[in-house]
């Protein structure tokens, strides 16, 4: 079935560092690809996103990239910082016949930015 | 400009009661989709609104009911809970069915004893 697996499910690292989470999903009808942010106690917000006819895209200190060969994408912060510290979310998301859209996630990262 | 925003935030009922889950999207957002997210999960997707009607189905049973307004709020009915429905329950909203980025609200923390 339909699924989006990611990795690591948890990633300590120190301050200054960056960070990578992995996606790998299964459906080749996948076109978009967001990566949510979600802190303690909120509901997840967008902090990037990819469509599948791009291959990189970068934002500050954020950066995804997208392997649609190999159905993998990837999230990379850069000189992570502690406000960084939160669980991380991909989510494919592909068309349906019926005209609608639907989102399938990733089980989460919980990103660990040790001062 | 609000963003999406629900109600209550946190709610304890016990098996076998009713509960209904309110969302409010954000301003110009005419589309509202529904999504449980289990303690360590991700979120899965319930059901979406559109036009006040149900566009499109996750693979959750009939207890599960939702409903959406003329001024596009949407509420999430859950009839005879089980321990496993306690979860939080998002909210997301977007401009419209076919827009790709989903705002999500705050969620309600639903417990059930």
């Known amino acids: 079935g339909e699924n989006v697996e990611q990795h690591p499910s948890t990633l300590s690292v120190q301050e200054g560092d960056s960070a990578v989470i992995k996606c790998t999903y299964s459906d080749s009808a996948s076109n978009y690809f967001p990566w949510y942010k979600q802190e303690l106690g909120k509901g997840p917000q967008l902090i990037i996103d990819i469509r599948s006819n791009v291959g990189e895209k970068k934002d500050q200190r954020i950066a995804v990239t997208l392997n649609k060969t190999a159905k993998h994408f990837s999230l990379h912060i850069t000189e992570t910082q502690p406000e960084d510290s939160a669980v991380y979310f991909c989510?494919?998301?592909?068309?349906?016949?019926?005209?609608?859209?639907?989102?399938?996630f990733g089980t989460g990262t919980r990103l660990k930015v040790l001062a | 400009d609000a963003g999406v925003t629900q109600s209550p935030t946190h709610l304890i009922k016990t098996r076998g009661q009713q509960v209904t889950l309110r969302c409010s999207p954000k301003?110009?957002?005419?589309?509202v989709s529904w999504y449980q997210q289990a303690l360590g999960q991700g979120p899965q997707f319930i059901f979406q609104?559109?036009?006040?009607?149900?566009?499109q189905r996750g693979n959750f049973p009939d207890r599960f009911s939702g409903h959406q307004f003329p001024n596009y709020s949407s509420e999430l009915n859950v009839n005879a809970l089980l321990l496993g429905d306690s979860a939080l329950y998002l909210c997301?909203?977007?401009?419209?069915?076919?827009?790709?980025?989903?705002?999500f609200g705050s969620g309600t923390q639903l417990s059930v004893l």
């Open positions: 989510a494919a998301r592909r068309r349906l016949m019926s005209g609608t859209y639907k989102y399938i």
């Open positions: 609104y559109y036009e006040e009607e149900e566009r």
């Open positions: 301003s110009g957002h005419d589309t």
């Open positions: 997301a909203s977007s401009w419209n069915y076919r827009e790709e980025k989903l705002f």
